[in-house]
């Protein structure tokens, strides 16, 4: 509310439902008292060749002794990307690049990385 963000008091059934009917398709709904309607995350989208998004432009100058950056190929199970973009932001890791084949930035993703998919930039290269 100090932020300006607008928020709804619910008591648990009506939580219950709303989640339920978000995620229909699920036996298992897992809201521990709240939830938040985000907009979805995307890869940042880098060509080397080509610059994509104007203002999103990937940084090669960051790439210094400082930057950590890991560069992960073809992983497409979102668990593992979770688990790993978890494990790269507790040893310091700035930036993320991906590559071939991979796994959208999703909520299992985000779940599974414990909210490290939202402080990492993710970068994805064309499978081209």
């Given at each position: 509310k100090?932020?300006n963000i607008?928020?709804q ?9 709303l ?5 229909r398709y699920k ?18 989208p880098?060509d080397y060749r080509v610059?994509?998004i104007?203002g999103?432009?990937f940084?090669y ?7 950590l950056v890991?560069?992960l190929h073809?992983?497409k199970?979102?668990?593992n990307?979770?688990?790993l973009?978890?494990?790269?932001y507790?040893f310091?890791?700035?930036?993320v690049?991906?590559?071939g084949?991979r ?10 990385s414990?909210?490290a998919?939202?402080?990492?930039k993710?970068?994805a290269v064309?499978n081209?």
């Amino acid at each position: 509310k100090q932020r300006n963000i607008p928020c709804q008091l619910l008591i648990r059934p009506h939580l219950d439902q709303l989640t339920r009917n978000t995620s229909r398709y699920k036996d298992h709904h897992v809201h521990q008292g709240i939830a938040a309607d985000v907009s979805r995350l995307y890869h940042i989208p880098i060509d080397y060749r080509v610059p994509q998004i104007p203002g999103l432009d990937f940084n090669y100058e960051m790439l210094d002794k400082e930057s950590l950056v890991i560069v992960l190929h073809g992983l497409k199970d979102p668990m593992n990307l979770g688990a790993l973009l978890r494990s790269a932001y507790y040893f310091g890791v700035n930036s993320v690049v991906v590559s071939g084949e991979r796994t959208d930035l999703s909520a299992v993703v985000s779940k599974a990385s414990s909210g490290a998919m939202e402080a990492i930039k993710i970068y994805a290269v064309r499978n081209t």
